[in-house]
């Protein structure tokens, strides 16, 4: 095996990040497999908030075995599940990637464009819907995968979720994704990445593994009075189903599409992507050559629990421990299949999640809903009056408000002017704190202004809008939910990042700030490559 260069005493330097390292005799040969884990929509204060509670050997692994940053953020201002699966192993920001968020509207056609779309490929053996997740064709830049593919050929990159944004964007441009199918309960990949499936693919989807959970129920782990600092069941702003136990497919005489829907919301649709990893890493040989393997799973369910009843809530609470059961179990069977000596382990989320209004406005804290129609019905009411009826706002794109620029033309309106008065429009609106239009991005001169800087690296030339926004603090902009996640705030952008793996890794919590973009350069160094070309973090102290 190649020897790798220790990056200890070069941590502070960004120029590292960009460097293939070189050999080194003290240091340990490359982990043999990376298991990249990802879970959705888990904020930094979920994991230490409940420590007490966790299993010896999940997630305290990294706690108390592993290294931790406890003040670990995104460094940019609209924090969804695409940009920030698409940040993980890039090590760069939308601004970079192109990801600008879950979807967007095309600048010429104005039509939405998804963000791991293609119409030219379809699901294996499964429905494909306009809009669902077929390819990587709009992420812009490479990952750790694609690079350590490029250097080691035999090298294998596998990415597997129960999101297609989720597999997709880290498998990159080389690897392969698999995803789970809501329709079916069957994790597939799309003609992209293969003409038909492995045969272990084939003998895991054969089992039906999502039936057995056919009126399981979700009970909680410990007595009620463990789950004091969570909010009890059935809050008014939950979402249907807000108590547990829950019963999966209750009042269906047989699993079909809405009870496949439904494990989304629960722990076993994570229990079945962790049964889907161990058989890649059995049908796939992961780990278990001398060629380094990269094997990224990112857990879904929290994300869907968290917006259907907040990070607050009982359901959640337990849903952390649940999941923590299944990670000590899946490490278990790591540490037997690939050797514990062999592999290292990352956990870390695309984005934290806010509290719900209610729950904010009950602690004094503000908050509310921003209805992002009824904005754009009052900014063209008002533009109107100054400029004629019309128009002038089409849609929001990602986070920003798109103007007409054709009507702009023909009432010969400078552009500049109209976004300007929307930028001014925008921030009369009760939820938006902050708001900079396309030439303040493209120029840098609003640079170091409050919330320019993550806002401008959650902005792209080619794809975002002609006003970028910002949610004042506690703050949403949908109703469907009980809470999400999309701004610049901590809440939304303080997520866990926490290494595992004794050879590689040296046991302690640092509590120097660091940000997601610092995972991909630490990775390559540790699999003895060079970081992704658009990579713009640095790497980790770890040894």
């Known amino acids: 095996m190649k020897r790798l260069l220790s990056c200890a005493a070069v941590v502070l330097a960004a120029s590292c990040a960009g460097q293939a390292p070189g050999p080194s005799a003290g240091s340990p040969g490359r982990p043999r497999l990376v298991v990249f884990l990802v879970v959705d929509g888990l904020p930094q204060r979920q994991v230490v908030d409940y420590r007490e509670q966790l299993a010896p ?5 990294f706690l108390d075995r592993g290294a931790w940053f406890p003040d670990a953020h995104y460094g940019y201002a609209f924090s969804v599940t695409a940009p920030g699966h698409a940040t993980m192993l890039t090590g760069a920001y939308p601004h970079r990637t192109g990801i600008i968020g879950n979807d967007w509207r095309d600048p010429v056609t104005g039509e939405v464009e998804y963000c791991t779309g293609d119409d030219r490929y ?10 669902d997740g077929t390819s990587p064709k709009n992420l812009k830049v490479e990952t750790v995968g694609d690079v350590l593919r490029r250097a080691n050929p035999d090298s294998k990159v596998i990415a597997i979720s129960g999101k297609d944004r989720g597999s997709i964007l880290p498998a990159g441009k080389s690897g392969i994704a698999y995803m789970y199918m809501s329709q079916s309960g069957q994790f597939a990949s799309s003609t992209f990445y293969m003409k038909e499936h492995p045969p272990w693919v084939d003998s895991y989807n054969g089992q039906k ?3 057995r959970y056919f009126h399981a129920e979700w009970k909680a782990l410990l007595p009620q009075t463990a789950y004091a600092k969570s909010l009890p069941d059935n809050q008014k702003w939950y979402v249907k189903g807000g108590a547990l136990p829950a019963k999966m497919g209750d009042g269906q005489d047989k699993p079909g599409a809405p009870f496949y829907s439904a494990l989304l919301r629960s722990p076993f649709v994570d229990e079945m992507t962790l049964q889907f990893a161990r058989a890649a890493i059995r049908g796939e040989g992961l780990g278990s050559d001398d060629a380094p393997d990269i094997l990224s799973v990112s857990l879904s369910g929290h994300d869907y629990v968290n917006h259907g009843f907040g990070a607050e809530s009982r359901l959640s609470h337990d849903h952390v421990l649940q999941l923590d059961l299944l990670l000590q179990s899946f490490f ?3 540490d037997a299949m690939v050797g514990k000596d062999n592999y290292v382990a990352v956990l870390t989320a695309d984005h934290g999640f806010m509290p719900a209004p209610e729950y904010a406005a009950a602690k004094g804290v503000g908050g509310g809903r921003q209805s992002g129609s009824q904005a754009i019905e009052r900014m063209n009411k ?10 002038w706002v089409k849609y929001i794109s990602a986070r920003s408000f798109v ?5 702009a033309a023909d009432r010969k309106v400078d552009a500049n002017v109209l976004m ?8 009369a609106e009760p939820g938006v704190m902050a708001a900079y239009t396309r030439p303040e991005f493209e120029s840098g001169s609003k640079k170091g202004q409050p919330w320019f800087d993550p806002m401008a690296k959650s902005w792209n030339r080619e794809r975002s809008g002609d006003v970028e926004f910002a949610l004042k603090a506690y703050w949403m902009m949908t109703t469907s939910s009980a809470a999400t996640h999309g701004s610049p705030h901590p809440y939304d952008t303080h997520i866990p990042i926490l290494f595992y793996g004794p050879a590689w890794v040296k046991a302690g919590r640092n509590d120097t700030r660091v ?3 610092d995972v991909a350069p630490t990775l390559a160094r540790m699999l003895g490559v060079a970081a992704p070309p658009a990579s713009e973090g640095r790497v980790l102290p770890l040894n």
């Open 57 to 61: 050997d999940g997630l305290r692994r």
């Open 122 to 131: 379809t699901y294996i053996g499964n429905t494909t819907k306009k809009l």
């Open 209 to 211: 593994n999502a039936d």
């Open 332 to 334: 278990h069977d790591l």
């Open 382 to 391: 008002a533009l109107g009056a100054r400029f004629g009826d019309g128009k």
């Open 403 to 407: 103007i007409d620029r054709k009507l």
């Open 420 to 427: 300007e008065e929307v930028r001014t429009l925008a921030l």
């Open 515 to 517: 940000e997601v973009v």
